[in-house]
């Protein structure tokens, strides 16, 4: 999974395909983890928090399972279970939805002894969920988790994607990696309606939306500078800058109980923060150089803590 330190928003086509969208992600030791078997039956066997077993890929469910098997070549190839299982739950803003396609096409491809560059393999997991399913999401999730580490993206027009390393010394990256704490809200949602009013106001060209994410990709070029250049007390302000900015960009994007956690953390030594992902719920993601007082104050207060470290491999194939 992959936790977004700048830019966010900016990746969804309504915007990059008239301004370029630019934003950095870290992928996390967090994962989806997907187990494929042959099975001894002409059938395919699903499991996730249902179980299918239907005799035709056309009859499964659900949509991203379906529509990777067609992607990928097995829809006359009846004989296969599937499994999901993941470390975090989905609609937490943490990107598992883009983690689990790449992670089924990933090992789909390597079921039938073929390798996925991790371009074409964030572009496959794109064309599922972008194209084929019409759902409102970014290019973000589906290619922090197939690059991993912590990466820069530039979303172009037609669909032109750049990524390169965060250029970052190592004492820059192990003090990122100590000082960012995770705490869940408490509140599970659907990015969709709030990624929907997003696109569909920046498809209107509605101006507020618009001089919005603009101010979102500024934030994000300033975030690039101050972590290249070592200075993370300037990377926590312009976190929170962030956080202020994306809260007046929708209604849905926080309400009195996520606003009073904020503030009580930012009382309690957080540097700087925000909600993690399109907002409405999910995990507040907080920089602080006074990490324990932090830790001991939001654990009072009741609120998880998930611990990660930085991950560099990207979606990977871990037994065949």
């Not at 097995?74 to 396609?101: K, V, W, Y």
């Not at 002894?113 to 759902?135: G, Q, T, V």
């Not at 979303?155 to 965060?166: I, Q």
């Not at 990122?176 to 509140?187: A, H, R």
Request: proline share 4%; aromatic share 10%; with cysteine.
């Amino acid at each position: 999974m992959r936790i977004t330190l700048g830019g966010g928003g900016t990746d969804l086509p309504s915007y990059y395909e008239g301004h370029t969208g630019f934003l950095m992600a870290a992928a996390i030791d967090r994962y989806v983890y997907i187990t494929l078997h042959d099975t001894f039956e002409p059938v395919f066997i699903i499991k996730y928090s249902r179980l299918e077993q239907v005799a035709a890929v056309r009859e499964i469910e659900h949509p991203i399972v379906r529509e990777a098997l067609l992607l990928a070549g097995f829809e006359d190839a009846p004989g296969l279970e599937i499994a999901s299982m993941a470390d975090i739950p989905a609609g937490t803003g943490l990107g598992s939805s883009g983690s689990f396609t790449t992670a089924l096409l990933k090992g789909l491809y390597a079921h039938k002894r073929n390798l996925i560059h991790p371009a074409a393999l964030a572009e496959a997991a794109r064309e599922i969920e972008m194209c084929r399913l019409h759902e409102p999401v970014g290019k973000q999730d589906p290619y922090a988790a197939a690059y991993g580490g912590i990466t820069c993206f530039r979303f172009g027009p037609g669909g032109k994607v750049d990524a390169w390393p965060l250029r970052i010394s190592q004492e820059t990256q192990y003090d990122l990696e100590d000082n960012l704490l995770l705490f869940f809200t408490g509140y599970s949602r659907s990015a969709s309606a709030i990624l929907r009013d997003q696109d569909s106001r920046s498809r209107a060209i509605d101006p507020e939306m618009l001089r919005n994410l603009d101010s979102v990709k500024e934030l994000a070029f300033l975030t690039q500078y101050a972590l290249e250049a070592g200075d993370l007390a300037e990377f926590a302000r312009l976190m929170d800058v962030h956080w202020r900015n994306k809260r007046a960009r929708s209604p849905g994007m926080t309400n009195g109980c996520i606003d009073a956690m904020y503030d009580f953390a930012m009382d309690h030594g957080a540097l700087g923060g925000k909600l993690i992902g399109a907002g409405g719920g999910g995990f507040l993601m907080f920089y602080s150089a006074e990490k324990a007082r932090l830790r001991r104050a939001m654990t009072e207060r009741g609120l998880r803590e998930v611990r990660f470290r930085f991950d560099f491999e990207g979606t990977k194939v871990l037994a065949q």
